[in-house]
C-alpha cells in the first residue's frame, strides 16, 4: 500500500491539472506557464500569460532570464502530445521546479477556461473545479 501512496503523491508533485492552474493564477502565486509548442501553435492559441518556449529550444541560453525560484508548468496540446513532458524534463535538467499540465490546452479548454492567441476564446463558465 505504501508504494501506491508514493505513487499517489509523486503525481501530486509533478501534475497539475486546469483548476489548480486556474486557482494558483488567481491568487497570483509565483508561477511562470510554459507552452512548449512552436510559435505558430502559440501564436494561434494559448493559455492567458504563457509564454513560448518550444521544447526543442530549452537551453541555458534561452532560459537564463527566467527565475528559478519560480515554478514552471509545461504544456502543450493535450494528451496526445508529449511536448510538455520533455520541456518538463528540459527544464529540470536545467535546474528549474516544474510541474506538467494535465490533458493541456485541449483540457485548459474542455473545462471552460479562456485562451489567448489569434483564435483565442472566452471562458466559458464550464469549469469543473475538480
Not at 19 to 41: C, F, G, H, Q, V
Not at 64 to 87: E, P
Not at 114 to 122: M, N
Request: charged fraction near 25%.
Amino acid at each position: 500500500m505504501q508504494e501506491q501512496i508514493t505513487h499517489y503523491e509523486n503525481k501530486l508533485k509533478y501534475e497539475i491539472d486546469s483548476w489548480d492552474l486556474s486557482e494558483s493564477m488567481k491568487n497570483d502565486e509565483d508561477i511562470i506557464t510554459i507552452d512548449t509548442r512552436s510559435p505558430e501553435a502559440y501564436a494561434k492559441e494559448h493559455i492567458p500569460t504563457a509564454i513560448n518556449i518550444p521544447h526543442k529550444t530549452m537551453s541555458q541560453e534561452s532560459t537564463v532570464h527566467l527565475d528559478k525560484n519560480s515554478l514552471y508548468i509545461t504544456y502543450c496540446d493535450g494528451i496526445g502530445c508529449n511536448a510538455s513532458t520533455k520541456g518538463a524534463l528540459n527544464m529540470t535538467k536545467l535546474g528549474f521546479n516544474t510541474k506538467e499540465l494535465l490533458g493541456g490546452l485541449d483540457w485548459w479548454e474542455r473545462d471552460g477556461y479562456a485562451t489567448e492567441g489569434i483564435e483565442g476564446k472566452a471562458s466559458t463558465d464550464t469549469v469543473c473545479g475538480c
